[in-house]
């Protein structure tokens, strides 16, 4: 009878362990650890690498056992550790988790903390997942022990003193130098924190002036693609240009050469204006009051007031109606100058002036002769 409760219990110990991912002990829960009291909750954590996480490890708040990991699965490219905490325990819903070192035998652990760069929010419970962004591994102590050695080994160490005493080898003599060219150094500091805000306002109009060339892409580049084809323009146009200039300093030659020609003959107008230029000058009064005349025609405006008085003028007209008279006051310059004169000389008569105001000189300012008809 015994042998055959013992051959069942062996046949359905090994037919739950496939179904049951038989790991070794680590796979069967071990009695009295924590998170397996009343009131105990799972939590998840994503996590990046495991290292050497199995189940039944340690869950601790503050270097203190608070529970342990259930289950270890593979999700897309991290672990999704399962642990059961235990009631009593109260962490925020942002908590971090990190794996960490329990010794330098290499035993692990996950360590939950309330976070450090942001303030707590709300409280872990059953079901709760700690995201990757909230997790991380504390160095291995086979990578601190690697770092190490490298640092001893290859890191330059047994050169320091070596390099410390070139150091003061170089500075020896010089320390007037070095030390002016850390006061330059200060000042030169000093001054570009006391730019910090052109510096800044400088990057900031550069990157709004990046932002209008990219608002204009199409515009920048229809311009870098028609530039090259207006050099090529110019370049294919080179003779035509240099032939232009070329034909330009000619010109310029024979404008100099003209205006150099022309400088006696125009001082010399000039020079000849002048004459003219005094006699209008002196002339300027008369000619002034003989346009007095114009609005009033044809009396005088200035001596308006001498013959026209109140409702009455008084005026005293002589009209001289000769032949002679209307020839030099009316056909004067023209072709028919002197017809008159010469027609009432045929008749025999006399104007009374000899010679003919018309050959003798100005009709206009010829003296009037009272008995001359």
Known sequence: MRR?????????CLSAIPGCEWRGLNSLALPGTEGDTDGAYTVQAQLP???TIQQNTRVRVADVNVGNV???EVQDWHALVTMRINGDVHLPANSTAKVGTTSLLGGMHIELAPPTTEAPEGELKDGSVIP???????????????????LLNGGGLGQLQEINQSFAKAMQGREADLRSLLTQLDTFIAQLNSQTDDIITATENLNALAGQVAANDKTVDKALTTIPQALAVLADSRQKIADAVDALGKF??????TVNQTKESFVANLRNMAPVLRELANAGPALTKGLDFLSTYPWVKSTVPNWFRGDFANITLVIDLTLSRLDAGLFTGTRWEGDLTELEMQWGRTIGQMPSPYTAGNPLIAPYRWGAY
């Open 252 to 257: 310029s030659a024979i404008a100099t050469d």
């Open 4 to 12: 055959s409760i013992t051959a069942v219990v062996a046949v359905v």
């Open 70 to 72: 259930t289950k270890i």
């Open 49 to 51: 690498d495991v290292v």
């Open 132 to 150: 990757l962004s909230s997790a991380s591994t504390y160095p291995t102590t086979e990578q601190t022990l690697a770092s190490v050695s490298i």
